[in-house]
């Protein structure tokens, strides 16, 4: 894994941005894998910023989420699909008919499951994949666990998740299910970029490239992927 440190959150932004904005430049077509929370914001907006200055364009590629809250209508202020509309695609040139999300209200969470890994395929697999972490440990929806998953599933959040995510809802309880693409989802994509900013990410980033390859921690599995490139402030970085 290649690991690099910025001061700030901007810089982040540009480093993690630009890797995005060269592989879509490179390949007009290209399978993006995005992700919600804080830590992707930056990225998003060099993103937009590149294509409102002409310097890329996205309308040819085809997006992949990597997860999606349970029982929450895809409209409400706080799903996945609205995040990404209010961060990214609002501002890009993207198809809205080429993004792609996990339904967390479909009725059969596995024939969910079997249709994203088959659309994710039929796409030609994900060229480029943004990963955060959480406290624990997790990827996407990924929760610390007995074993590393495959494709996409539904999953029960964990304590420390809830407690994370729950700051976000001010007028219903967090969901505490979500539908997530699995490790092996993650894993297949060919270039990865995770990107942890703040203290509260250094116990995990720490035990992520230092300790073993373990389910307990899921962002552990990158290590053994080919070309990951992990993006730190000094916080994220400072137990390393
Ligand atoms: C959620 C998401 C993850 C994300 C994590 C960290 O649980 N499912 O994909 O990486 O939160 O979020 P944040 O970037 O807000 O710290």
Redesign the pocket.
């Known amino acids: 894994m290649k690991v690099l440190t910025f001061k700030t959150i901007e810089e982040i932004g540009a480093a993690a941005g630009k890797m995005f904005v060269d592989v879509v430049k490179a390949n007009d077509k290209a399978v993006l894998g995005l992700?919600?929370?804080?830590?992707?914001v930056p990225t998003y907006d060099y993103m937009a910023q590149a294509c409102r200055k002409g310097e890329v364009s996205f309308k040819n590629v085809t997006t992949f989420n990597?997860?999606e809250y349970c029982d929450l209508p895809k409209e409400h202020k706080n799903s996945y699909y609205t995040f990404m509309f209010e961060n990214l695609f609002s501002k890009i040139d993207v198809d809205p008919a080429n993004v792609n999300f996990l339904n967390g209200n479909a009725p059969d969470a596995q024939a969910e499951s079997d249709r994203y890994a088959e659309a994710i395929e039929a796409a030609g697999g994900i060229d480029i994949q943004f990963?955060?972490?959480?406290r624990n440990g997790?990827?996407?929806?990924n929760e610390p666990a007995d074993k590393f998953t495959n494709n996409a599933f539904k999953v029960h959040l964990t304590q420390s998740?809830i407690e994370?995510?729950s700051i976000y809802f001010d007028d219903i309880p967090m969901p505490h299910y979500?539908m997530?693409m699995g490790i092996g989802s993650i894993m297949r994509a060919k270039k990865i970029v995770l990107v942890a900013t703040g203290k509260a990410?250094a116990e995990a980033v720490r035990t992520m490239l230092s300790g073993d390859i373990d389910p307990h921690c899921p962002a552990s599995i990158l290590q053994a992927h080919p070309d990951c490139t992990v993006i730190l402030d000094e916080d994220a970085a400072s137990l390393l």
């Not at 990963?131 to 959480?134: R, S």
């Open positions: 992700a919600t929370g804080a830590t992707p990597l997860d990963l955060g972490i959480g997790h990827i996407a929806f998740t994370a995510n979500a997530t990410k």
